[in-house]
C-alpha cells in the first residue's frame, strides 16, 4: 500500500509545530516564574511620591482627576524596570482633557506626558499589578 505524498509533509508539519508549542509554554513558564507576585511597597512609594510630586510642580496644568493608575514592569537587559501609568484630567469644562503619563523608575525617575507615555504603557513586555489601582489614585489625587 502506498503512503500519500503529502503524509511525511503534515508530519513534519505536525512535527514542528508541536516543538514551537513546546518551546514556547517552556519560555512562558520560565517567565512567569521570574515575574515577581507583587511590586516592591518601596518602589511603589517612590513612583507615587515623585509622579506626585511632578503633577503638584506643574502649575495651572495640575491634574484634577487621575483614572486608570497602575504599577507594572517590563524587562530590560534582564532587569525588572518599574513603571506607573495612568491617565490624568487637566482644565476645567470644555477644556478639560485626559492626557497619558509614565513614571519610571530609573536610577532617580523619568516623567512621561502624551504619546510617550502611552507609548511605554501599552508595550506588550510590560507585567501588570491591577490590584493597586485604586490606592494609587487616592495616594495621587492628595
Known amino acids: 500500500m502506498n503512503?500519500?505524498?503529502?503524509?511525511?509533509?503534515?508530519?513534519?508539519?505536525l512535527t514542528s509545530l508541536a516543538?514551537?508549542?513546546s518551546a514556547l509554554a517552556v519560555s512562558a513558564a520560565g517567565a512567569?516564574?521570574?515575574s515577581p507576585p507583587s511590586?516592591?511597597?518601596?518602589v511603589v512609594k517612590f513612583l507615587v511620591e515623585s509622579s506626585a510630586k511632578d503633577f503638584k510642580a506643574s502649575g495651572a496644568n495640575r491634574p484634577t482627576d487621575i483614572r486608570g493608575?497602575?504599577?507594572?514592569?517590563f524587562t530590560e537587559s534582564g532587569k525588572s524596570v518599574y513603571l506607573l501609568c495612568g491617565s490624568f484630567?487637566?482644565?476645567a469644562g470644555?477644556?478639560?482633557k485626559w492626557t497619558h503619563f509614565a513614571t519610571i523608575k530609573t536610577s532617580d525617575y523619568e516623567q512621561w506626558v502624551g504619546g510617550a507615555a502611552r507609548a511605554y504603557c501599552e508595550q506588550r513586555t510590560n507585567k501588570w499589578f491591577p490590584e493597586h489601582s485604586a490606592?494609587?489614585?487616592?495616594e495621587l489625587k492628595d
Not at 503512503?3 to 508539519?13: C, D, E, G, K, S
Not at 493608575?69 to 514592569?73: E, K, L, S, V, W
Open 3 to 13: 503512503t500519500p505524498r503529502f503524509i511525511p509533509v503534515l508530519l513534519n508539519a
Open 19 to 21: 516543538l514551537a508549542l
Open 32 to 34: 512567569k516564574a521570574n
Open 39 to 42: 511590586p516592591d511597597p518601596a
Open 69 to 73: 493608575a497602575r504599577i507594572g514592569f
Open 89 to 91: 484630567k487637566s482644565g
Open 94 to 96: 470644555s477644556q478639560a
Open 135 to 138: 490606592a494609587l489614585e487616592t
